[in-house]
């Protein structure tokens, strides 16, 4: 029944007069003056700078890696030396230790515990410090990395909700 009363009402409408038409003819007319504006260029652009960008930030965080893979290598090498020099320490105690039990073998033997403990302290020691630099290293160029990469991909939004995860690890952690 309702159609039939709109449908009397209704008159015959010539398209300039249809509501449809302009609608159609001003989307038309926004898309023109886009392309005349180079808006898909505009927005391209800005694309590939971003692309850009993130690239960027990840040729810093390979280049960082090598640079502690390089740390770590070269204090692997200190350690291997600290080593080297340990040896030749050990072989110069036994080399002394051999003309002093001539004299008195009780004496030689003291001795000997002696240097033995002293040489194992220095390795522990060497092992310690070169375990500890190439932490250090490894932890700074780490966070760093993660700075760069957290200030390029993280929002306020996102920062508290890992804050918020933090937290909540913090007491799994102290129990």
């Not at 600290?82 to 073998?105: G, P, R, Y």
């Not at 194992?120 to 060497?126: L, P, V």
């Not at 990469?149 to 306020?156: E, F, M, S, V």
Request: aromatic fraction near 2%; charge should be negative.
């Amino acid at each position: 029944m309702l159609l039939t009363i709109l449908a009397e009402g209704a008159e015959a409408v010539g398209p300039l007069q249809d509501p449809t038409f302009w609608v159609a003819i001003s989307v038309l007319v926004v898309f023109a003056i886009m392309l005349w504006m180079k808006v898909p260029k505009i927005v391209g652009g800005m694309l590939d700078n971003q692309i850009a960008q993130i690239k960027k930030t990840l040729d810093e965080a390979a280049d960082l890696r090598k640079e502690a893979e390089a740390l770590k290598a070269e204090y692997e090498a200190k350690t291997a030396g600290a080593q080297a020099e340990i040896d030749a320490l050990m072989d110069s105690a036994e080399k002394e230790a051999a003309i002093l039990v001539k004299e008195a073998e009780a004496e030689t033997k003291a001795l000997i515990a002696r240097r033995k403990k002293m040489a194992e302290d220095k390795i522990g020691a060497a092992e310690r410090s070169a375990i500890a630099a190439v932490r250090a290293k490894a932890a700074m160029a780490a966070s760093k990395a993660a700075e760069s990469l957290i200030t390029a991909r993280h929002d306020a939004a996102a920062d508290k909700s890992l804050v918020d995860k933090a937290i909540g690890d913090i007491g799994k952690t102290l129990n």
